[in-house]
T-cell receptor, first 114, second 112 residues
Framework: SQKIEQNSEALNIQEGKTATLTCNYT??????LQWYRQDPGRGPVFLLL?????KEKRKERLKVTFDTTLKQSLFHITASQPADSATYLC?????????????FGTGTLLAVQP | ETGVTQTPRHLVMGMTNKKSLKCEQH?????MYWYKQSAKKPLELMFV???????ENNSVPSRFSPECPNSSHLFLHLHTLQPEDSALYLC???????????FGPGTRLTVT
């Protein structure tokens, strides 16, 4: 069956360290993968998109990697700050059926301790 | 804020009520979406509209009825809901299907 799995446990790290979040997928062949941030009671906010032919993408303190062999994407936040505390969602495009739709993982809750 | 607005932000309704959720996007996008988000579960896609035409109905019960009068507005009409329908309902838009999506703040719905 098709699955998208993210770290099910919350990730607690110290301020200033690098947070690494994992997204693994099964039985999909996505052309690209997206990462979103969601704060409690709010809608997700788009962060980064990485294509299958891109190994790595960066935006300020964020870095995303995409390994289509391992079927995995890693999301890194360097020099983490308490304000980075949120749930991070990965999503991939499912091209099956009549609609190209985004399929979301359950998200990983990141808590950055001061 | 993201350019996608939703009203109301909070809604409490009884199982026999009829209410509507409204979404408006100011981004010039062609695709609009309704999602349901329950605790500890991934975002569940409910409906997709592309250029005002419904292209996806993800086996959603008929007590949820979407309406898309134009590319900027999307409604979700609710009637005879069940307590398990209580959730955060999110609207999103994108330039095309599969592109990055821009979400509204959501409507927190409680069915009593």
């Amino acid at each position: 069956s098709q699955k998208i799995e993210q770290n099910s446990e919350a990730l607690n790290i110290q301020e200033g360290k690098t947070a690494t979040l994992t997204c693994n997928y099964t039985n999909y062949s996505p052309a690209y993968l997206q990462w979103y941030r969601q704060d409690p009671g709010r809608g997700p906010v788009f962060l980064l998109l990485i294509r299958e032919n891109e190994k790595e993408k960066r935006k300020e303190r964020l870095k995303v990697t995409f390994d289509t062999t391992l079927k995995q994407s890693l999301f890194h936040i360097t020099a983490s700050q308490p304000a980075d505390s949120a749930t991070y969602l990965c999503a991939l495009v499912d091209y099956g059926g009549a609609t190209n739709k985004l399929i979301f993982g359950t998200g990983t809750l990141l808590a950055v301790q001061p | 804020e993201t350019g996608v607005t939703q009203t109301p932000r909070h809604l409490v309704m009884g199982m026999t009520n009829k209410k509507s959720l409204k979404c408006e996007q100011h981004l010039g996008h062609n695709a609009m979406y309704w999602y349901k988000q329950s605790a500890k579960k991934p975002l569940e896609l409910m409906f997709v509209y592309n250029f005002k035409e419904q292209t996806e109905n993800n086996s959603v019960p008929s007590r949820f009825s979407p309406e898309c009068p134009n590319s900027s507005h999307l409604f979700l009409h609710l009637h005879t809901l069940q307590p398990e329908d209580s959730a955060l309902y999110l609207c999103a838009s994108s330039a095309g299907q599969g592109s990055e999506q821009y979400f509204g703040p959501g409507t927190r719905l409680t069915v009593t």
